[in-house]
């Protein structure tokens, strides 16, 4: 199958296999690039737009650590264009996660401790903080680390 379709038929299959609304999410969708991230686009755009006429997907989030719109000058040099003003012309919101307080990682991390009964010491948020600085992967990963690497090789 040709690859510039290949996400846009797959989607408008799946749609057509369910009886329900499909919404979908895709995590690290700026990490495309060139015409990869070109053919990507409008193959989700162009669904969208012709889901009056073909099953697609109701609703569609692209995910990751930089807004989609960012991509405007590498995906449309001069000589290529997506058939629009930006990428996608129908974005409603391109919603940002802040970084979390050093409160905020506390909180994060006792409520893990109410919840599992694992306990994260002060000592062990204070380092999660200067590592992370807030920035919400890491505060979780570092979390993740601890939990499921390095605890469960010393049990």
């Known amino acids: 199958m040709n690859p510039s379709v290949v996400v846009g038929a797959g989607l408008m299959n799946l749609c057509l296999e369910l009886d329900k609304p499909l919404i979908i999410f895709f995590d690290e969708a700026d990490c495309r690039s060139g015409q990869a991230l070109i053919a990507f686009l409008r193959q989700l755009r162009d669904g969208y737009i012709n ?60 409520r893990h401790t109410e919840a599992v009964k694992q306990v994260f010491e002060p000592e062990a948020v204070d380092r999660a903080w200067y590592w992370s600085e807030g920035q919400p992967w890491l505060v979780n990963a570092l979390a993740r680390q ?4 390095d605890l469960t090789r010393w049990s």
């Open 51 to 110: 889901r009056d006429t073909a099953p697609f997907p109701w609703s569609l989030a692209l995910v990751g650590m930089r807004d989609i719109r960012d991509f405007k000058a590498q995906i449309r040099p001069e000589r290529e264009a997506l058939g629009s003003a930006n990428p996608f012309n129908i974005v409603t919101k391109a919603p940002t996660l802040d970084n979390f307080t050093r409160e905020q990682l506390a909180e994060l991390y006792r």
């Open 146 to 149: 601890v939990v499921e690497d």
